[in-house]
């Protein structure tokens, strides 16, 4: 268990929630892992780790790490949702388009801000946020 997770589950314990194997799971893996997961690996995962669940029960104790803020949905050009931890920063996805593998990166912001900026200026628009997504070839892909 990672310093940050045991925080968080300090945390959840002191304002009175119960942290069961599935929530304590849950926790730690997304302290664990950077690049966001689907619904099918977080399953797999749990497995691996002996932790019994219920879709219904996933479901759930994925809204309540979303209402604290410690996951967030990402939602990609192609429609699927993975979910991945919110104390890694603010950052952007390498999706490749033959394995689904995701590889997080960071731009500097600087940059990404005054385009964003230029563009919502010529058009009169109002940016609330923004997503980058570049998809394409991993290495292991491209040399299938």
Not at 83 to 105: A, F, K, M, Q, R
Not at 124 to 129: A, G, K, L, V, Y
Request: proline share 3%.
């Amino acid at each position: 268990m990672t310093d940050a997770s045991e925080y968080l589950i300090a945390e959840m314990q002191d304002e009175g929630h119960r942290v069961r194997p599935l929530r304590r799971g849950l926790v730690e893996i997304f302290a664990m892992r950077r690049s966001p997961l689907t619904l099918k690996e977080i399953q797999d995962i749990l497995g691996k780790k002996r932790i019994v669940h219920h879709r219904v029960s996933l479901h759930r104790e994925l809204r309540f790490l979303l209402s604290w803020h410690i996951i967030a949905p990402v939602t990609f050009a192609d429609g699927s949702t993975r979910y991945e931890s919110n104390t890694h920063g603010h950052h952007h996805h390498l999706i490749c388009t033959g394995c689904s593998e995701v590889v997080d990166i960071e731009i500097p912001e600087g940059d990404l801000i005054k385009m964003g900026t230029k563009f919502a200026d010529e058009h009169s628009f109002s940016i609330n946020e923004h997503s980058l997504e570049f998809f394409g070839l991993c290495k292991k892909c491209k040399r299938s």
